[in-house]
């Protein structure tokens, strides 16, 4: 018999425990990556901890940087604003506000889908508090109606109560007699940004960012119909419901709406 110990028999180097760890480790942010593609390490390292694992993230960072999984971020606005016209532009109430629950602040914007034949454009209304998308429509025009339909959907989805803010930015889809009258009847008080800045509508931009680079950008959408199957899935089954948002402590929209929604009701019990 050889003079070894058992332990010795059974010991394995620890680099190549550290590097068996590592790869299943890996094989999990791509999985998780694969769902969320815009997923940097922040989002990554919660995810991960949803899944019981408590994992450093430099290390997590590390493993991207290596695997060149960490996402390259470009910044750049594109206009769909034509505030060209003689409409009223109202003043801007959203930017100080402090947002405490559903319905009561909502913001609005445009943005565009290329296609091969051109483009497809997108209306979105979200409900701040929770990040939420709660209406959404799409238009191969920028006429008022894509708007319209939007704020229509939102408002059979929420029924929300009288004094609801909605901002928007100055364009005439949102400043119209229409969109306007629509607003005046559900008693919603009227808020705009200030002329030429995007980052007044910030949160609203942020999303159509995320839009882009988790969906749109993957995709090569070749008909109109490409994008009325894509985009509402991804609107309605991914962001809402699957997303971890940091600003709502990485829940997803849906998630934090509803504890907000449930602990309102206990403390209705209780009292």
């Not at 497809?120 to 939420?132: C, G, N, P, Q, S």
């Not at 007044?200 to 090569?220: G, M, P």
Request: charged share 25%; net charge positive; hydrophobic share 40%.
């Amino acid at each position: 018999m050889l003079n070894i110990a058992r332990s010795s028999y059974y010991y394995q180097p620890r680099s190549l425990n550290q590097q068996i760890r590592d790869a299943d480790l890996l094989d999990r942010i791509d999985h998780i990556l694969c769902g969320f593609s815009g997923y940097g390490t922040r989002r990554v390292t919660e995810a991960l901890k949803r899944q019981g694992l408590l994992v450093n993230r430099k290390r997590i960072q590390r493993l991207m940087r290596e695997h060149s999984l960490l996402r390259i971020v470009k910044r750049s606005w594109v206009y769909t604003t034509q505030s060209q016209h003689s409409f009223r532009r109202y003043p801007n109430l959203a930017k100080d506000m402090i947002v405490t629950a559903p319905n009561q602040l909502w913001v609005a914007d445009i943005t565009y889908i290329r296609i091969l034949a051109g483009f497809v454009y997108l209306a979105v209304i979200l409900d701040l508090f929770a990040r939420k998308a709660i209406g959404y429509a799409l238009s191969k025009t920028l006429e008022s109606e894509l708007t319209l339909s939007a704020l229509r959907r939102a408002f059979q989805d929420r029924q929300p109560p009288e004094g609801c803010v909605h901002h928007s930015d100055q364009g005439v889809q949102y400043a119209c007699d229409d969109y306007v009258a629509l607003l005046k009847e559900h008693k919603f008080a009227i808020s705009m940004s200030s002329k030429g800045n995007p980052y007044d509508n910030a949160f609203a931009e942020s999303f159509f960012k995320t839009l882009k680079y988790e969906e749109v950008y993957l995709w090569e959408y070749r008909m109109i119909n490409d994008v009325l199957t894509r985009i509402p899935f991804f609107i309605q089954e991914v962001y809402n419901k699957k997303r971890l948002h940091s600003a709502l402590g990485y829940k997803t929209p849906e998630e934090f709406e509803s504890e907000h929604l449930n602990q309102n009701a206990l403390c209705f019990s209780v009292t």
